[in-house]
């Protein structure tokens, strides 16, 4: 079973999801793979608490390091070493499609991969903020694409001081 409840942003609304364990989703509301499987309301679930507890201190200012949450979001491998890649760039920074394709390689031990592979990875990320996709950027340091649209992603950056 899976479980969901509201987190009032200042970027947006967005809906927490958990398996009861782990957060498995978290996504500004509307924004693209938002998702339509059913799932309980459960605004009382611990976890719930402890994940609004550290995007409060997210939009405060703070700087939580997002390993301090149990997250499991669903995923293949590929994706899911994009997504812990994602984890690794510090708050306020951003990285491009092509850094993180070369990071990505280094640790499948191959020589190459494809900076677009690594962009839908990205953009299938289901915990937004919290896994920061917001600061992949393009190769000449634009702002391209985001789940949310790009005005989120604009807002996120102002907000850590990356732009």
């Not at 079973?1 to 947006?12: K, L, N, Q, R, V």
């Not at 391209?144 to 649209?149: D, I, L, R």
Request: charged content about 15%.
């Amino acid at each position: 079973m899976e479980f969901c409840a509201w987190y009032p942003s200042p970027a947006g609304r967005m809906l927490l999801a958990s398996d009861g364990a782990a957060l498995t989703g978290l996504w500004f509301d509307g924004q693209k793979y938002f998702p339509q499987r059913a799932m309980t309301p459960r605004e009382d679930l611990p976890l719930f608490g402890t994940v609004r507890a550290w995007l409060d201190g997210y939009f405060a200012g703070d700087e939580p390091d997002p390993r301090a949450l149990p997250l499991a979001p669903a995923g293949g491998d590929f994706r899911r070493l994009i997504w812990g890649l994602l984890l690794d760039i510090p708050y306020g920074q951003t990285v491009t499609y092509g850094v993180l394709a070369d990071k990505a390689a280094r640790r499948m031990g191959r020589y190459t991969m494809s900076a677009q592979a690594v962009g839908g990875a990205v953009g299938h990320n289901p915990i937004s903020v919290i896994i920061p996709c917001h600061r992949v950027v393009g190769a000449d340091g634009s702002l391209t694409g985001y789940a949310a649209g790009l005005g989120v992603k604009s807002w996120l950056l102002q907000h850590e001081g990356a732009l």
